[in-house]
């Protein structure tokens, strides 16, 4: 099964989240609806994040970052953590 990598550096914990539970998730941080509607781009590149792009979540103070599936991308949030 595939498992998608959520990062978030508060607490500087890996989580890996089950697609299945990843909507959930979403709308527990208040993003789910952001991340549908293409507003969302990544921290990096820019590009539009969606569900199927969408590879890290990083807290940064009260604002939620996204971070997409491009291996340069993923490597700079793995850097960060
Ligand atoms: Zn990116």
Redesign the pocket.
């Known amino acids: 099964m595939w498992l998608r990598k959520l990062i978030t550096k508060r607490d500087a914990n890996m989580k890996f989240v089950f697609d299945n539970d990843l909507e959930k998730y979403l709308r527990s941080l208040g993003v789910l609806e952001d991340i549908g509607s293409g507003r969302t781009t ?1 921290r ?2 820019g ?1 539009v994040i969606s569900k199927n792009n969408l590879m890290a979540i990083v807290p940064e103070g009260s604002d939620i970052k996204f ?2 599936n ?1 291996p340069s ?1 993923v490597q700079k949030v793995e850097y960060v953590v």
């Open positions: 990544c990096y590149c590009d971070v997409c491009k991308c």
